[in-house]
C-alpha cells in the first residue's frame, strides 16, 4: 500500500527554527508537495522537490532524499503567521496526489 | 472570478437528500479534483478528470458522481447522503501533462458539508 508519515503535532518558539518530517512508501516517484493549510482555510503551495537536495524559498527549505523516502520542511525565523498545517504529498507512478494526514504546528511567543 | 471558486460554503442536509457542490474555476486548468478532509486524515481524492468530457474514480468514489461538461465547471453530486458524508470538500485543480513532472493543484475555498 501507499502511506505518508507525519508527525501529527509540532511546537516551536517564535524566531526559532522548527524541521517538519515526512516519509513515504508510494508506488513510483515523480516528486514531492508541501502545502500550508491554515485553520478552516485551503491548502496553499509551498514548494515541489523532485530531485534530491534542498530547495530554499526565503525562509522555507525542502529537502528530498528518494534513496531514503524521506523529506523535511524546514521553516526559520519563525512568526505567528506560520501557525498551521503543514501537508506532504507524493506524485506516483499515475502522477496521482498520495496525502500525508498533515503536522499542525503551534508556534508560541 | 479569480482561481476557484466553491459553493456553497456550507450546507446542513438531512440524510437521504440529494446534493451538489460547485466548482468553477478560470485558470483554463485541464485538470481537476474533488478531496474530502476529515480530522485526522490526509486529504482523500474522490473524484478526478483529466480533462473536459473525462473522468474517474479515486480513493473514496462510492456515494458520489461527477461530471466535466466543460473545462471550467465540476460539480460533485451526492445522490442520497448519509451522515458518514459529513466532511469538508475541497474542489482543485492543475494544469497537468505527462509530459512535466509537476503536478501542483491549486485549492477552492472548500464546502463544509454536515448530513444529519
Known amino acids: 500500500g501507499q502511506n505518508i508519515d507525519q508527525p501529527t503535532e509540532m511546537t516551536a518558539t517564535e524566531g526559532a527554527i522548527v524541521q517538519i518530517n515526512c516519509t513515504y512508501q508510494?508506488?513510483?516517484?515523480?516528486?514531492l508537495f508541501w502545502y500550508q493549510q491554515h485553520a478552516g482555510e485551503a491548502p496553499t503551495f509551498l514548494s515541489y522537490n523532485v530531485l534530491d537536495g534542498l530547495e530554499e524559498k526565503g525562509r522555507f527549505s525542502s529537502f528530498l532524499s528518494r534513496s531514503k523516502g524521506y523529506s523535511y520542511l524546514l521553516l526559520k525565523e519563525l512568526q505567528m503567521k506560520d501557525s498551521a498545517s503543514y501537508l506532504c504529498a507524493v506524485l506516483d507512478s499515475n502522477y496521482q496526489l498520495i496525502w500525508g494526514a498533515g503536522t499542525k504546528l503551534i508556534i508560541k511567543p | 472570478i479569480a482561481g476557484i471558486t466553491q459553493a456553497p460554503t456550507s450546507q446542513i442536509l438531512a440524510a437521504g437528500r440529494r446534493m451538489t457542490l460547485r466548482c468553477t474555476q478560470d485558470m483554463r486548468h485541464n485538470a481537476m479534483y474533488w478531496y474530502r478532509q476529515d480530522l485526522g486524515l490526509g486529504l482523500r481524492l474522490i473524484h478526478y478528470?483529466?480533462?473536459?468530457?473525462?473522468?474517474g474514480k479515486g480513493e473514496v468514489p462510492d456515494g458520489y458522481s461527477v461530471s466535466r461538461a466543460n473545462t471550467d465547471d465540476f460539480p460533485l453530486t451526492l445522490a442520497s447522503a448519509v451522515p458518514s458524508q459529513t466532511s469538508v470538500y475541497f474542489c482543485?485543480?492543475?494544469?497537468?501533462?505527462?509530459?512535466?513532472?509537476?503536478?501542483?493543484?491549486?485549492f477552492g475555498p472548500g464546502t463544509r458539508l454536515t448530513v444529519l
Open positions: 482543485a485543480s492543475s494544469d497537468s501533462s505527462l509530459s512535466r513532472a509537476t503536478d501542483t493543484q491549486y
Open positions: 508510494t508506488s513510483g516517484f515523480n516528486g
Open positions: 478528470s483529466n480533462t473536459a468530457g473525462t473522468t
